[in-house]
């Protein structure tokens, strides 16, 4: 029997897989869950025991979340990127690693195959074969819902002939949970004028009274949350636990596909969008204009170019060193208040606040210059402008 090992999430599609790779093709399979967040040791035990009825030779998970945060999400956080200015990349982002260390693992068991669950009209087809291909050409990619074109209702329908037992209801919706947010996709997403049901959100609203909160960065990286000290990656964890009880971070994100077709993605990222805004009010305190200026077209093709998995080019690495180098005074602490399905930045305090009273208060006084060298600087300012209205005006 040839070994193939499976990027196992345990929802609907790689169920499936799982199940016609082992009964209708004969493979030994291998099932493999790259935990980038989201998993609760509950959750896996239950995982691995749904692949194993499957039919799965083997269950594996691999935690990743250190590995995730600091290739990806701190690179994210410094560039506060957010897709359209919307989505903070959730699923895109993890795809990245989930499929790295897939490829890991399938050289270690000596596996010649690789399958994955993606259809053919999604993005994440392009960003596991992408790094499936460029790491392990040799490694045959075997994509079942692909190949046979298969609707999540066919799907559904192979799994309970072969007394496959799942909710069939929740399996109506693909949910992707991790640490950077969740991705929930329906019926619903693939109009263009429905909303998500309430109930088709992992988190629902628990807490109606606003709370408090503070988040302290050292050099762009969430250190602490209320003053507790953590990892980074950890931070996030909670921070998220505190906000999505407040029904925080949902959204609809509306992008262009790596296919080059719209698409509509539901998700919900409390920390992601917290953590993000936060990072950028603290950013606008303490970065000087130009700097400030220049990250932010950079962190946009950082997004985009992970967006459409060309995270292993070394364009990458370029992006990431710019992006790292600017953050070197991005310390201090962020305020802020949530409430239901919402929250607001209060403020910030930071020893390299660049609103230093020593040298004036915006629209009030200057303490630094006198009326002159304002005048002065003005009408120098202005010289360009003069010029072209002059010779426009005389042509």
């Given at each position: 029997?040839?070994?193939?090992?499976?990027?196992?999430?345990?929802?609907?599609?790689?169920?499936?897989?799982?199940?016609?790779?082992?009964?209708?093709?004969?493979?030994?399979?291998?099932?493999?869950?790259?935990?980038?967040?989201?998993?609760?040791?509950?959750?896996?035990?239950?995982?691995?025991?749904?692949?194993?009825?499957?039919?799965?030779?083997?269950?594996?998970?691999?935690?990743?979340?250190?590995?995730?945060?600091q290739?990806?999400?701190?690179?994210?956080?410094?560039?506060?990127?957010?897709?359209?200015?919307?989505?903070p990349l959730?699923?895109?982002?993890?795809?990245?690693?989930?499929?790295?260390?897939?490829?890991?693992?399938?050289?270690?068991?000596?596996?010649?195959?690789?399958?994955?669950?993606?259809?053919?009209?999604?993005n994440?087809?392009?960003?596991?074969?992408?790094?499936?291909?460029?790491?392990?050409?040799?490694?045959?990619?075997?994509?079942?819902?692909?190949?046979?074109?298969?609707?999540r209702?066919?799907?559904?329908?192979?799994?309970?002939?072969?007394g496959?037992?799942?909710?069939?209801e929740?399996?109506?919706?693909?949910?992707n949970?991790?640490?950077?947010?969740?991705?929930?996709?329906?019926?619903?997403?693939?109009?263009?004028?429905?909303?998500?049901p309430?109930?088709a959100?992992?988190?629902?609203?628990q807490?109606?009274?606003?709370?408090?909160v503070?988040?302290?960065?050292?050099?762009?990286?969430?250190?602490?949350?209320?003053?507790?000290?953590?990892?980074?990656?950890?931070?996030?964890?909670?921070?998220?636990?505190?906000?999505?009880?407040?029904?925080?971070?949902?959204?609809?994100?509306?992008?262009?596909?790596?296919?080059?077709?719209?698409?509509?993605?539901?998700?919900?990222?409390?920390?992601a969008?917290?953590?993000?805004?936060?990072?950028?009010?603290l950013?606008k305190?303490?970065?000087?204009?130009?700097?400030?200026?220049?990250?932010?077209?950079?962190?946009?093709?950082y997004?985009?170019?992970?967006?459409?998995?060309?995270?292993?080019?070394?364009?990458?690495?370029?992006?990431?060193?710019?992006?790292?180098?600017?953050?070197?005074?991005?310390?201090?602490?962020?305020?802020?208040?949530?409430?239901?399905?919402?929250?607001?930045?209060?403020?910030?305090?930071?020893?390299?606040?660049?609103?230093?009273?020593?040298?004036?208060?915006?629209?009030?006084?200057?303490?630094?210059?006198?009326?002159?060298?304002?005048?002065?600087?003005?009408?120098?300012?202005?010289?360009?402008?003069?010029?072209?209205?002059?010779?426009?005006?005389?042509?």
């Open positions: 029997m040839e070994k193939v090992v499976i990027a196992y999430s345990g929802g609907l599609d790689t169920s499936y897989c799982a199940k016609y790779l082992s009964k209708d093709k004969g493979f030994e399979v291998h099932t493999v869950s790259v935990n980038t967040g989201g998993f609760s040791s509950e959750e896996i035990r239950k995982i691995g025991g749904n692949a194993e009825k499957i039919g799965a030779t083997s269950y594996t998970n691999i935690d990743a979340i250190s590995s995730f945060y290739k990806v999400v701190k690179y994210l956080i410094f560039g506060n990127v957010l897709k359209n200015d919307t989505y959730s699923v895109s982002a993890e795809r990245i690693v989930q499929a790295i260390e897939i490829v890991n693992y399938a050289k270690k068991i000596g596996a010649r195959y690789i399958a994955h669950g993606s259809t053919g009209a999604g994440d087809q392009v960003r596991f074969d992408m790094i499936f291909q460029i790491l392990a050409p040799q490694i045959e990619i075997i994509t079942p819902i692909r190949d046979n074109q298969l609707t209702q066919e799907e559904i329908n192979y799994l309970k002939a072969n496959v037992e799942m909710n069939w929740k399996a109506k919706y693909s949910v949970k991790g640490l950077w947010g969740t991705s929930v996709g329906g019926a619903e997403t693939l109009t263009s004028d429905k909303p998500l309430e109930t959100y992992p988190s629902q609203l807490v109606q009274e606003p709370k408090q503070s988040l302290s960065f050292t050099k762009g990286e969430l250190t602490a949350v209320n003053d507790e000290e953590n990892s980074p990656e950890k931070n996030i964890e909670i921070l998220e636990n505190i906000a999505s009880k407040y029904a925080i971070g949902r959204d609809i994100h509306v992008g262009d596909t790596i296919i080059g077709i719209k698409g509509r993605v539901g998700f919900e990222a409390a920390a969008l917290i953590t993000i805004k936060a990072h950028h009010l950013e305190h303490t970065l000087s204009k130009w700097q400030l200026q220049h990250k932010d077209y950079i962190a946009n093709w997004g985009m170019h992970l967006h459409e998995g060309l995270y292993l080019d070394p364009v990458m690495r370029d992006f990431e060193a710019f992006l790292q180098s600017s953050q070197e005074q991005v310390t201090g602490k962020v305020f802020l208040t949530l409430h239901p399905y919402r929250f607001v930045l209060d403020g910030i305090e930071s020893k390299y606040d660049l609103m230093n009273n020593g040298f004036g208060k915006y629209g009030e006084e200057n303490k630094a210059w006198t009326a002159n060298d304002a005048k002065g600087f003005i009408k120098i300012s202005s010289n360009a402008g003069k010029i072209y209205q002059y010779v426009k005006q005389e042509a």
